[in-house]
T-cell receptor, first 111, second 112 residues
Framework: GQQLNQSPQSMFIQEGEDVSMNCTSSSIFNTWLWYKQEPGEGPVLLIA?????ELTSNGRLTAQFGITRKDSFLNISASIPSDVGIYFC???????????FGKGTSLLVTP | SQTIHQWPATLVQPVGSPLSLECTVE??????LYWYRQAAGRGLQLLFYSVGIGQISSEVPQNLSASRPQDRQFILSSKKLLLSDSGFYLCARTSGGYNEQFFGPGTRLTVL
């Protein structure tokens, strides 16, 4: 499948800082999804985006579906230690079938 | 609510032994089901997906196989495990024609 370019690969920040990560692709997607995975657990869906230009929030998380449909970003405001984990972006082309995943952004938050 | 179960949670197997991992879902009918492998906590590799009973699509040729004997059951198997089969195996589902995939808790497989 199409490989997504996710950056940064890792982030080490202090509690209270804002975080921004993004994904880009050479292909157009109809769906952008953001997941968080904690050690030893399955990824958990954070935000799903279905329209170009869409901006969606979930608590301190905000994600946007790029207007070109080839990119998306995720912002976390006022980070806290429990935000630690690996964040994955995923793009979908055909409804209900395979997703294309980024390689993940590892986030570490120090108190 | 819709729930995904994976069994077992952890597994240690010798090289050359067979494998059977099970995924079952609750609270939804006719889901699309997926098997992923994740190595070293990064990168999800899609192995198989199924859109219905008996229907399997393979994404990566290897010594693994998948079966879907029932609507809500998805099984990952191998006749002879390799060291390179070690990893974290995740089952996921979609339903209702949407792209949102929901993951199970995973199975940690170590091949020695």
């Amino acid at each position: 499948g199409q490989q997504l370019n996710q950056s940064p690969q890792s982030m080490f920040i202090q509690e209270g800082e804002d975080v921004s990560m993004n994904c880009t692709s050479s292909s157009i997607f109809n769906t952008w999804l953001w997941y968080k995975q904690e050690p030893g657990e399955g990824p958990v869906l954070l935000i799903a985006l279905y329209k170009a230009g869409e901006l969606t929030s979930n608590g301190r998380l905000t994600a946007q579906f790029g207007i070109t449909r080839k990119d998306s970003f995720l912002n976390i405001s006022a980070s806290i230690p429990s935000d630690v984990g690996i964040y994955f972006c995923a793009g979908g082309s055909n409804s209900g079938y395979a997703l294309n995943f980024g390689k993940g952004t590892s986030l570490l938050v120090t108190p | 609510s819709q729930t995904i179960h994976q069994w077992p949670a952890t597994l240690v197997q010798p090289v050359g032994s067979p494998l059977s991992l099970e995924c079952t879902v609750e609270g939804t009918s006719n889901p699309n089901l997926y098997w992923y492998r994740q190595a070293a906590g990064r990168g999800l590799q899609l192995l198989f997906y199924s859109v219905g009973i008996g229907q399997i699509s393979s994404e990566v040729p290897q010594n693994l196989s998948a079966s879907r004997p029932q609507d809500r059951q998805f099984i990952l198997s191998s006749k002879k495990l390799l060291l390179s089969d070690s990893g974290f195996y995740l089952c996921a589902r979609t339903s209702g024609g949407y792209n949102e995939q929901f993951f199970g808790p995973g199975t940690r497989l170590t091949v020695l």
